[in-house]
Protein backbone atom coordinates (compact mmCIF):
# COMPACT_ATOMS: atom_id res chain seq x y z
CA UNK A 1 0.00 0.00 0.00
CA UNK A 2 1.54 3.52 -1.05
CA UNK A 3 2.18 6.20 1.95
CA UNK A 4 -0.63 8.63 0.15
CA UNK A 5 -3.20 5.75 0.37
CA UNK A 6 -2.34 4.51 4.06
CA UNK A 7 -2.15 8.15 5.08
CA UNK A 8 -5.51 8.90 3.75
CA UNK A 9 -6.85 6.05 5.39
CA UNK A 10 -5.50 7.09 8.95
CA UNK A 11 -7.16 10.47 8.27
CA UNK A 12 -10.64 9.31 7.28
CA UNK A 13 -10.43 6.95 9.89
CA UNK A 14 -9.50 9.86 12.51
CA UNK A 15 -11.65 12.13 11.36
CA UNK A 16 -15.03 9.27 11.66
CA UNK A 17 -13.63 9.01 14.92
CA UNK A 18 -13.82 13.05 16.15
CA UNK A 19 -17.10 13.50 14.19
CA UNK A 20 -19.47 15.25 16.71
CA UNK A 21 -16.15 15.81 19.02
CA UNK A 22 -15.48 19.46 20.37
CA UNK A 23 -11.94 18.54 19.97
CA UNK A 24 -9.51 15.19 19.41
CA UNK A 25 -7.03 13.79 22.54
CA UNK A 26 -3.82 14.92 22.90
CA UNK A 27 -2.99 11.06 20.68
CA UNK A 28 -5.11 11.87 17.87
CA UNK A 29 -3.97 15.77 17.50
CA UNK A 30 -0.40 14.28 17.28
CA UNK A 31 -1.62 11.57 14.79
CA UNK A 32 -3.82 14.23 12.95
CA UNK A 33 -0.36 16.37 12.84
CA UNK A 34 1.55 13.31 11.56
CA UNK A 35 -1.21 13.04 8.45
CA UNK A 36 -0.94 17.05 7.98
CA UNK A 37 2.93 16.64 7.89
CA UNK A 38 2.89 14.12 5.47
CA UNK A 39 0.56 15.79 3.15
CA UNK A 40 2.68 18.98 2.92
CA UNK A 41 5.92 17.06 2.04
CA UNK A 42 4.41 16.32 -1.30
CA UNK A 43 4.35 18.55 -4.09
CA UNK A 44 1.26 19.35 -4.13
CA UNK A 45 1.47 20.44 -0.33
CA UNK A 46 4.41 22.54 -1.08
CA UNK A 47 2.85 24.44 -3.67
CA UNK A 48 -0.76 24.53 -1.98
CA UNK A 49 0.97 25.97 1.20
CA UNK A 50 1.36 29.72 0.09
CA UNK A 51 -2.19 29.66 -1.26
CA UNK A 52 -3.26 28.45 2.07
CA UNK A 53 -1.29 30.71 3.91
CA UNK A 54 -1.89 34.49 2.13
CA UNK A 55 -5.86 33.16 2.70
CA UNK A 56 -5.72 32.64 6.45
CA UNK A 57 -2.56 34.78 7.22
CA UNK A 58 -4.87 38.26 8.09
CA UNK A 59 -7.64 36.34 10.19
CA UNK A 60 -4.72 34.10 12.10
CA UNK A 61 -2.66 36.98 13.08
CA UNK A 62 -5.82 39.27 14.51
CA UNK A 63 -6.51 35.69 16.45
CA UNK A 64 -3.03 35.44 17.37
CA UNK A 65 -2.49 38.85 18.86
CA UNK A 66 -5.76 38.36 20.94
CA UNK A 67 -5.16 35.08 22.46
CA UNK A 68 -1.29 35.54 22.91
CA UNK A 69 -1.61 39.16 24.80
CA UNK A 70 -2.20 37.40 28.09
CA UNK A 71 0.50 34.37 27.65
CA UNK A 72 4.04 34.34 28.55
CA UNK A 73 6.39 33.54 25.90
CA UNK A 74 7.62 30.77 24.67
CA UNK A 75 4.70 29.82 22.92
CA UNK A 76 3.88 27.55 20.42
CA UNK A 77 0.15 27.56 18.22
CA UNK A 78 0.02 24.08 16.75
CA UNK A 79 -3.69 23.59 14.17
CA UNK A 80 -4.70 21.69 12.00
CA UNK A 81 -7.10 22.76 9.44
CA UNK A 82 -9.46 20.09 7.11
CA UNK A 83 -10.64 21.53 4.03
CA UNK A 84 -13.11 20.52 1.87
CA UNK A 85 -12.52 20.09 -1.94
CA UNK A 86 -14.22 23.49 -2.72
CA UNK A 87 -11.87 25.47 -0.18
CA UNK A 88 -14.39 25.85 2.90
CA UNK A 89 -12.24 24.64 5.93
CA UNK A 90 -15.07 21.72 7.38
CA UNK A 91 -12.40 21.41 10.61
CA UNK A 92 -10.05 23.34 13.11
CA UNK A 93 -8.51 21.67 15.16
CA UNK A 94 -5.98 22.57 17.86
CA UNK A 95 -3.51 21.12 20.16
CA UNK A 96 -5.29 19.96 23.63
CA UNK A 97 -2.26 20.69 25.25
CA UNK A 98 -2.19 24.47 23.88
CA UNK A 99 -4.85 26.78 24.96
CA UNK A 100 -3.39 29.64 23.13
CA UNK A 101 -3.95 27.46 20.03
CA UNK A 102 -7.16 26.68 21.18
CA UNK A 103 -7.88 30.27 21.77
CA UNK A 104 -6.87 31.09 18.06
CA UNK A 105 -8.99 28.45 16.77
CA UNK A 106 -12.14 29.65 18.42
CA UNK A 107 -11.83 32.71 16.65
CA UNK A 108 -10.98 31.82 13.11
CA UNK A 109 -14.07 31.86 11.69
CA UNK A 110 -16.18 31.41 7.85
CA UNK A 111 -12.74 30.65 6.60
CA UNK A 112 -12.94 30.00 2.71
CA UNK A 113 -9.66 29.49 1.16
CA UNK A 114 -8.17 28.61 -1.91
CA UNK A 115 -9.52 24.71 -3.25
CA UNK A 116 -6.75 22.26 -1.89
CA UNK A 117 -5.29 19.24 -4.00
CA UNK A 118 -7.52 17.40 -3.30
CA UNK A 119 -11.07 16.67 -0.94
CA UNK A 120 -10.35 16.72 3.08
CA UNK A 121 -6.65 18.37 2.79
CA UNK A 122 -5.13 18.80 6.21
CA UNK A 123 -3.17 21.45 6.68
CA UNK A 124 -0.95 22.20 9.40
CA UNK A 125 0.00 25.52 10.71
CA UNK A 126 2.49 25.49 13.63
CA UNK A 127 3.50 29.03 15.36
CA UNK A 128 6.25 29.55 17.65
CA UNK A 129 6.15 32.99 19.84
CA UNK A 130 10.03 33.29 21.80
CA UNK A 131 9.17 36.79 23.17
Excluded at 25 to 35: H, I, M, P, S, Y
Excluded at 50 to 65: G, H, N, S, W
Aim: glycine share 4%; charged share 20%.
Amino acid sequence: MNKIFSTLLAFLSLVACLEGAAQPTAAQFKELCGVAQDMDHTTAGMNYEEYFTQAVQDQLRDALKVCASRATPPLEVDIVFVIARDGKVEHIFSDPNQPVSACVAGRLERLKVPPPPRAEWMQLVNIYIKQ
